[in-house]
Structures are given as structure tokens and as C-alpha cells.
């Protein structure tokens, strides 16, 4: 059975933010709401640097484990320490259990 880490490790809050979208005049604009707060234990996994248009984006990957939620989504926001991060892909249900989440997440940061 799948066991993350001591419950008590579950310390970083995060504010968990739903997405969604409307169009306004031809364009798709997204808006967030906010759902409520979520404890769980956040991961670094590395980052990675690329150049595009002679601009260089930073990746951040991570990942949050934290108590199961059926409303979690991909496009979602967790807002962790004031950094929003983006879940990336469909949240991992810890071996269809229904009691642990894995979310993978990029950090959204600004550009051009």
C-alpha cells in the first residue's frame, strides 16, 4: 500500500484556484476562482532552461502530494508562497484509492 510520507509532513498550505474559460470577442479568456486550501508536501523535481526566439524560459517541475480531492483538474492553479503553479496532466488517484493525490505542476512565470 502506497504510503507518501508521515501525515504530519502534510505542512505546505496551498490555495487551490479553479479555471474557467469564456470568449470574449473571438478569444478564449481564462478566469480563477478561488476553491479553498489544501495541505500537502511539495517536491521540487528540477528545472530545465531552453531558448526560444532568443528569449530563455525557465521550467519548473514539481510535484504536491496531498489528500484526495474529486475536483481537481488539469489547468487548475495551486498558489504556493505567492508562486502560482499550473497542474499539469490529469491528477494521479493513488492506486484508485481515493485517499492520496499526486499533482504535477509547472510554475507559471512571466514572458514576452
Do not use: C
Amino acid at each position: 500500500m502506497y504510503k507518501p510520507a508521515n501525515v504530519r509532513e502534510f505542512v505546505t498550505p496551498a490555495v487551490h484556484k479553479k479555471a474557467t474559460a469564456e470568449t470574449v470577442d473571438n478569444r478564449t479568456v481564462k478566469t480563477y476562482t478561488e476553491v479553498g486550501t489544501v495541505r500537502g508536501k511539495f517536491k521540487q523535481k528540477g528545472t530545465a532552461e531552453t531558448t526560444a526566439n532568443g528569449l530563455t524560459i525557465i521550467n519548473e517541475k514539481t510535484t504536491f502530494i496531498t489528500w484526495y480531492k474529486a475536483d481537481f483538474a488539469a489547468a487548475d492553479i495551486l498558489t504556493i508562497g505567492g508562486v502560482d503553479f499550473e497542474i499539469v496532466g490529469n491528477p494521479e488517484n493513488v492506486e484508485m484509492r481515493s485517499r492520496y493525490s499526486v499533482l504535477t505542476l509547472e510554475r507559471i512565470s512571466g514572458g514576452a
